[in-house]
Structures are given as structure tokens and as C-alpha cells.
């Protein structure tokens, strides 16, 4: 389990603006948050239409505890002002920034998007999925923590990288592993949340179950999602497993023993556990208490 906020975004479920039903279906689901997407998933002509059943959509629509996540185009296109404006009128929890590549576009995003009526308490969400971006990963976040609307989160792209790079995304990801790992760090330095990128063969249960294990144990604090399928598995990989919460319940019960009052270290049949393993059970069994 990771040591970043204790907002649940285990399952993170894209869908597009522009498929009503698929919008109507993704609140059934179960997900910590639904992106409805304005941007790649959305032809170009079909954008304006989009927006328009975006805003009629949202203002129906909303469940407490998922949140809502509008996923914008890139700054440097005619429709960021367009979706920005859409982002005002529909008032989500979060807009999601495409293609950051440097701190400065973020500070202008910020601006633009205060000038043209969204809230300063949506949160800013940032793609990851360039290799300027990764790059620059921690002037960015360093950046968006000082912005109004503020940074919370990250997502990584897996797809824009693939193809901007020529990396493999396969085999384990082993190629793609340096570049992830340090994403994972930078948000755990800067204490925003960290989220996987996407799993495209949505048949392939088994693979989707493989990586999503994988990128839990990688300290991602959830996985985006493409479709109803993988909503389930996700939250099951990113909650804590009954093993690891009988483990936290033993460790909470040793330090609580008025003899390791003053202990920092004790022996736990024959493992030593310290009072940061204490720190982290009792957050673990925080996450739990929500998840159960
Ligand atoms: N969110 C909510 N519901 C979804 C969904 C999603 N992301 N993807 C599919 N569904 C729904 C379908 O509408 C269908 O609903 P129905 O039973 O009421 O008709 C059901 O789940 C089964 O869908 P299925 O037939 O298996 O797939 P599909 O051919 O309808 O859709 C995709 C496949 C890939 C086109 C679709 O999953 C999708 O658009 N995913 C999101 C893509 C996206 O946003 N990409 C950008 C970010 S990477
Ligand atoms: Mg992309």
C-alpha cells in the first residue's frame, strides 16, 4: 500500500463524452472515479456535440464518493477554451490536463481556466505521457502544488508514450519500467496521487489481472480503466487483501501492549517490527475501514 492521500482512486473508468449509454452505465460500476473523456476518445467532429451532452449529462448525474473528472483537450488546440468552458458549467471534482510537458503550461492551463469561470477548488489532474513530461516530471508537480485550481493527481499515459518513443509496452513492461518507477517517485515525493495507465485488451482478463497486480505492487495508488470489466478487479488489487489486514490488526495489538509502551522495535514472532510498520498499519487498516 502506498503513503499517498487517502482518497480512493483504485479504479479510474474512462469513458467518452460522446456514447451516452456508456456514460449513463459507468455510475453502476462501482469505480472510485469516471473521466469522461472529451479528448482522444472524441472524433472531432463530434466534439461540440460531446460537451453539450456532457453538461446535460452531469447535471443529472453524480454520486457522492465517485468522483467526476472531465478530461480536456491539449492547450495548444482550438477546444481547450470550448471544454474549458464546459468544465465551468458542469462544475466536476477534477479536469484532466492532456500532454503536460513543462511546469509553465500547467501555470497557464491554471489561468485560463480561472479567467473563464472554473472554480478554484476543481482539482487539477495532469497526463503524464510525453517524454518532455517525464522529463520535467518534478518541476511540473513542484509547479502544480502552488496552483489554484491545485494538482492532485497523475496519470500516466501508456499509449502516447508507446508511440512517441517506440518503446515496448509489453513483456512485463520491463522496458517501460525505469520511466514508471520514477513517475511513482515524483508523486510520492510531492504527495499527489499516482494513477497506472490503461490495459487495452480488455478481453484479456488474465493480463489485466497480471498488470493491475503489478502495478500495485509498483506503489501506483490505482489503475485507469477502459471498460465496465475491469472495475471489479481493480478495486479488489488496490484494497488491502485479508492477509495483509489480519498482519496490520497484529501489529496494531503489540504496539498497543502497555509493556511496548516504550518500545520502538519488538519482536513479532521472530520478525522486527518498528513504529513506522505501526504508522503504516494503521493507515492500512484506514484504507480498509473504507473499502470494506
Ligand atoms: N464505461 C462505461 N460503460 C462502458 C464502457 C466504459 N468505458 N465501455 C463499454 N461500456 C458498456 C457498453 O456501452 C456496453 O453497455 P450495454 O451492455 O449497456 O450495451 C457494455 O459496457 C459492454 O461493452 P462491450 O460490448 O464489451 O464493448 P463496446 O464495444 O461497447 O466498447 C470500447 C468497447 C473500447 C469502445 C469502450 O469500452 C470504450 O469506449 N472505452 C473507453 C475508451 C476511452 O475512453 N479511451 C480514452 C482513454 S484511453
Ligand atoms: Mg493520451
Not at 215 to 233: A, C, N, R, W, Y
Request: proline share 5%; aromatic share 4%; charged share 20%.
Amino acid at each position: 500500500m502506498s503513503a499517498s492521500p487517502l482518497r480512493l482512486r483504485r479504479s479510474v473508468l474512462y469513458v467518452p463524452a460522446s456514447n451516452a449509454r456508456a456514460m449513463a452505465k459507468a455510475w453502476t460500476l462501482g469505480a472510485d472515479a469516471i473521466v469522461f473523456d472529451l479528448e482522444d476518445a472524441v472524433a472531432p467532429t463530434a466534439k461540440a456535440d460531446a460537451r453539450a451532452a456532457l453538461a446535460t449529462h452531469l447535471a443529472e448525474h453524480r454520486l457522492p464518493g465517485t468522483e467526476a473528472v472531465i478530461r480536456v483537450n491539449a492547450l495548444n488546440t482550438a477546444d481547450i477554451e470550448p471544454d474549458l468552458e464546459a468544465v465551468a458549467r458542469c462544475q466536476p471534482d477534477a479536469m484532466l490536463v492532456p500532454k503536460v510537458n513543462r511546469a509553465e503550461q500547467l501555470q497557464d492551463f491554471a489561468r485560463r481556466a480561472a479567467r473563464l469561470g472554473v472554480p478554484a477548488l476543481t482539482q487539477l489532474w495532469a497526463m503524464v505521457e510525453t517524454a518532455a513530461g517525464i522529463a520535467a516530471l518534478d518541476s511540473i508537480v513542484q509547479a502544480g502544488a502552488g496552483l489554484q485550481p491545485q494538482l492532485t493527481c497523475l496519470v500516466v499515459g501508456t499509449n502516447d508514450i508507446a508511440k512517441e518513443t517506440g518503446v515496448c509496452a509489453g513483456d512485463g513492461r520491463i522496458y517501460l519500467m525505469p520511466w514508471l518507477m520514477n513517475i511513482v517517485l515524483v508523486a510520492k515525493r510531492r504527495g499527489v496521487s499516482v494513477l497506472d495507465g490503461v490495459w487495452n485488451n480488455f478481453r484479456d482478463q488474465p493480463g489485466f489481472e497480471l498488470e493491475t497486480a503489478q502495478s500495485m505492487k509498483m506503489g501506483f495508488d490505482g489503475k485507469t480503466l477502459i471498460h465496465p470489466s475491469q472495475v471489479e478487479p481493480a478495486n479488489r488489487h488496490f484494497s488491502p487483501s485479508p492477509e495483509a489486514v489480519e498482519e496490520a490488526h497484529r501489529i496494531v495489538a503489540v504496539f498497543s501492549d502497555p509493556q511496548h509502551a516504550a518500545s520502538n522495535v519488538v519482536n513479532l514472532d521472530g520478525r522486527m517490527v518498528e513504529r513506522l510498520h505501526f504508522e503504516q498499519a494503521l493507515r492500512l487498516l484506514a484504507i480498509h475501514a473504507r473499502t470494506a
